[in-house]
């Protein structure tokens, strides 16, 4: 069972189109992150939001932490060939100490 | 942001052979670090949390004496996947925990274990 539930699982969209990635839990979080991975190399942070309702823009994406901390989303404006990747978010429950990793959403921007 | 650098990032080995990869937090201090597991096209799956100076925390279902974590050092922990078979083939990451927040995890390049 995954704690952390992303959706959608794939997108591939055209170039100039805008995107929203959903990362869903039932627990709360102290803090959620958002990471970019290429093929082949390691997850590459992106945000991380700590406050509930906090929204953190950067360049064309916007992240929200949901009011409850329970969940995150990614909306990516005017996509582009360069955003494609691996999208992970991920959330420390302060009592485990520990990352853990939603499910990926493998996103595809067509030019 | 912090470095974390791993080491090798591609190996291929014989079955029955063991494996070591290294982890190494370059500009700062790890006292806790963490190595991943990924399938191809999916997410990472945390396989054990490396603690400075005792002995690793494993998530369920994963074999500690299959994968041995050492973090002898607070730059340094190390992931042996002993007695390698084909099934270990896989992409290993490891993060460590550093920067402005503790919660915010920096990640090594990984390393393509290939098992022939």
């Known amino acids: 069972t995954q704690l952390l539930e992303q959706s959608p699982q794939f997108l591939s969209i055209q170039e100039g189109e805008n995107l929203t990635v959903y990362c869903n839990s039932s627990?709360?979080?102290?803090?959620l992150q958002w990471y970019r991975q290429e093929p082949g190399e390691g997850p590459v942070l992106l945000v991380t939001?700590?406050?509930?309702?906090e929204v953190k823009k950067l360049k064309r994406l916007t992240f929200q932490f949901g009011d409850a901390r329970k969940d995150s989303s990614l909306h990516i404006t005017a996509a582009q060939p360069g955003d494609t990747g691996l999208y992970l978010c991920?959330?420390?429950?302060?009592?485990?100490?520990?990352?853990?990793f939603g499910s990926g959403t493998r996103l595809s921007i067509r030019p | 942001g912090a470095v974390v650098s791993q080491h090798p990032s591609r190996v291929i080995c014989k079955s029955g052979t063991s494996v070591k990869i290294e982890c190494r937090s370059l500009?700062?201090?790890?006292?806790?670090m963490f190595w991943y597991r990924q399938f191809p096209k999916k997410s990472l799956m945390l396989m054990a949390t490396?603690?400075?100076?005792?002995?690793?925390?494993?998530e369920q279902g994963v074999e500690k004496d299959k994968f041995l974590i050492n973090h002898a050092s607070l730059t340094l922990s190390t992931l042996t996947v002993t007695s390698a078979h084909p099934e270990d083939s896989s992409f290993y990451i490891c993060?460590?925990?550093?920067?402005?927040?503790?919660?915010?995890?920096?990640f090594g390049q990984g390393t393509r274990l290939t098992v022939v």
């Open positions: 490396s603690n400075e100076g005792s002995k690793a925390t494993y």
């Open positions: 500009d700062f201090q790890a006292t806790t």
């Open positions: 991920a959330g420390d429950r302060s009592s485990a100490s520990k990352i853990i």
């Open positions: 993060s460590a925990n550093g920067g402005q927040r503790d919660t915010e995890a920096f």
């Open positions: 939001v700590v406050t509930g309702g």
């Open positions: 627990s709360v979080f102290s803090s």
